[in-house]
């Protein structure tokens, strides 16, 4: 009995640990399931949010790359929701005005490169970072061969690295006047460029050349006009002066020099009547008189005006008609003004003994003259010039004569019929000059 009561304590203690950890055991169980479950609803809630992020991020990364369509597309609700559509509206304002950019680019490059006149951007370095297609073309390379170089190399002119350097470092428009190869003279303006990005200069070449050989041309006729007048003029000047220091009373005497006064009067009406005549054809302002014009005849007349003189140098003038030319709806007289002073020119500069030959045919659309003389040629190097006003190929060989205008009224005279008249010739083997005109007016 003693012993019972001894154990039964112990038995108490045992079965309420027993209790106790069953109890803990109980209760661990339904922390682990809580967990559990927590776990698996955070799990149903992060997951889409984990996504959405990713998508936008995703997003984010494609738009910063330059692909301007990129959207989140989220629109569920809560913050998420609000966050990809305050994105996504972010995103179509950024692609509006990335299109209105790059429309306002493209206008401005396309009229850069409409332009006639070479322009081109340096950056602050003074190195190519655009040329247009103008400039492209003026120094035969392309935009990617040429963006990078320096100014320097582009055009080696030491005007025009300091006027790029003044406009970038005092932001001033400079210009000045350069010659390229070829004889093209250009007008280069280097301004300043403000808030311009890499732009830091712009450089415009504007091509003066016509202007230049407008200009020469000009002086050359002024200086020809005083040459050609002052011969003639100097002439009857020499005959007055004989005249009046005795000569008058010589009658022999004094009619050789007033018919050499009357041979001077006589050049300077010429030179006059010319220069009138050049002028109205340049100007347009007499009309071409066209009519129906039967073309060996106008050629037959041509050479019997001036056979006399051909036959006074011994030299023969053939024609050379194989087939009838047939008519041509011209200004005969333009035309016939035309022949003759090639003619004129052909008895002037061929040899005495020698040989011009007139010819016409006539093609369907088309009539063909030529003159063809055995006399002393023209440089090639001048063939080029010939029809300018007041060129004359060798003043030496002209023996003086002629004003060097009777070729420039022969250009425009058959250009105004819409022909075209061109030289052949060498020195010592003869010229030949070929004009076409059409059959009947443009």
């Keep these: 009995m003693n012993r019972l009561w001894v154990l039964l304590p112990a038995a108490v203690i045992a079965l309420g640990l027993a209790s106790a950890v069953a109890a803990l055991q109980s209760a661990l169980a339904g922390v682990v399931v809580a967990v559990v479950g927590g776990v698996a609803v955070a799990a149903l809630v992060l997951v889409p949010v984990f996504r959405t992020t990713r998508t936008i991020g995703i997003a984010a990364h494609q738009l910063a790359a330059g692909d301007y369509a990129a959207r989140a597309g989220y629109s569920g609700p809560g913050e998420l929701g609000e966050l990809s559509e305050a994105f996504d509206a972010m995103a179509q304002r950024v692609q509006v005005q990335m299109a209105a950019a790059s429309e306002g680019r493209n206008r401005l490059m396309a009229a850069l490169?409409?332009?006639?006149?070479?322009?081109?951007?340096?950056?602050?370095?003074?190195?190519?970072?655009?040329?247009?297609?103008?400039?492209?073309?003026?120094?035969?390379?392309?935009?990617?061969?040429?963006?990078?170089?320096?100014?320097?190399?582009?055009?080696?002119?030491?005007?025009?690295?300091?006027?790029?350097?003044?406009?970038?470092?005092?932001?001033?428009?400079?210009?000045?006047?350069?010659?390229?190869?070829?004889?093209?003279?250009?007008?280069?303006?280097?301004?300043?460029?403000?808030?311009?990005?890499e732009w830091a200069v712009l450089v415009v070449l504007h091509d003066v050349s016509d202007v230049r050989r407008t200009e020469q041309i000009r002086r050359d006729f002024v200086a020809n006009v005083s040459h050609e007048l002052r011969t003639p003029l100097a002439g009857i000047k020499a005959v007055i002066e004989t005249l009046a220091e005795g000569a008058l009373d010589d009658r022999k005497a004094a009619m050789d020099f007033l018919n050499r006064a009357d041979s001077e009067v006589d050049r300077l009406i010429l030179l006059v009547e010319e220069l009138l005549d050049l002028s109205r054809i340049e100007s347009g302002g007499v009309p071409l008189e066209r009519r129906e014009t039967d073309i060996d005849a106008l050629v037959r007349e041509v050479a019997d005006r001036l056979r006399p003189q051909a036959e006074r140098k011994r030299l023969d003038l053939v024609l050379e008609l194989p087939g009838s030319a047939g008519t041509a709806t011209i200004d005969s007289a333009r035309i016939e003004r035309a022949l003759l002073n090639l003619v004129l020119n052909a008895i002037k500069f061929t040899p005495d003994g020698g040989a011009i030959t007139m010819s016409a045919e006539g093609t369907r659309s088309t009539i063909v003259l030529k003159v063809r003389d055995t006399g002393i040629g023209i440089d090639s190097a001048a063939l080029p010039r010939i029809f300018e006003r007041f060129y004359k190929a060798d003043l030496s060989r002209a023996g003086g004569a002629g004003s060097g205008i009777g070729l420039a009224i022969v250009k425009h005279a058959i250009e105004a019929h819409g022909g075209s008249v061109r030289a052949e010739s060498a020195l010592g083997a003869g010229s030949t000059f070929t004009i076409t005109l059409p059959r009947l007016p443009a």
């Design 113 to 197: 490169d409409s332009s006639v006149d070479p322009v081109i951007a340096l950056d602050s370095e003074a190195r190519v970072v655009f040329a247009n297609l103008a400039a492209q073309h003026l120094f035969e390379r392309d935009a990617k061969t040429i963006a990078g170089d320096s100014i320097a190399w582009l055009l080696p002119d030491e005007q025009v690295i300091d006027a790029v350097r003044s406009s970038r470092e005092s932001g001033t428009q400079t210009r000045i006047d350069i010659e390229q190869p070829g004889r093209r003279f250009f007008q280069v303006v280097t301004s300043s460029i403000t808030a311009g990005g």
